[in-house]
């Protein structure tokens, strides 16, 4: 969930006129903001996200990945790389998309039961 996380804050870093508010990053990812802060605790205590105010809205809490954030997901990214490559080796490359056509699946059906 970490892992993810970091990444979906780095794409909006990469797209600047988007606004990272807890409201909008937990609609995106289809959970309460209750569940998304609890997740993004460790990231803060760990210096890899920062939250402030929002300056054009001082109601709205805005989100953004750090320096320290950043340099963690690239070691992270890499580490994800070597295993999904030994997951394809394993499994091959037919079978890989199998199963995470079927997690897709999972995943639209359990979003459907909300």
């Known amino acids: 969930m970490q892992f993810g996380l970091l990444a979906n804050l780095f794409g909006a870093s990469l797209r600047r006129s988007e606004v990272s508010s807890i409201g909008a990053i937990a609609e995106w990812l289809g959970m309460d903001p209750t569940t998304l802060n609890r997740n993004l605790k460790p990231l803060k205590a760990r210096g890899l996200v920062k939250d402030q105010t929002d300056p ?9 990945i750090t320096g320290k954030g950043r340099h963690e ?7 994800w790389r070597q295993v999904h490559t030994k997951v394809e080796q394993t499994l091959g490359r037919k079978q890989r998309l199998a ?16």
């Open 99 to 114: 199963l995470n056509d079927m997690l897709d699946q999972s995943m639209a059906k359990l979003a459907s039961m909300k």
């Open 73 to 79: 997901l690239n070691y992270a990214m890499v580490l």
């Open 56 to 64: 054009s809205d001082g109601r709205l809490r805005i989100v953004q």
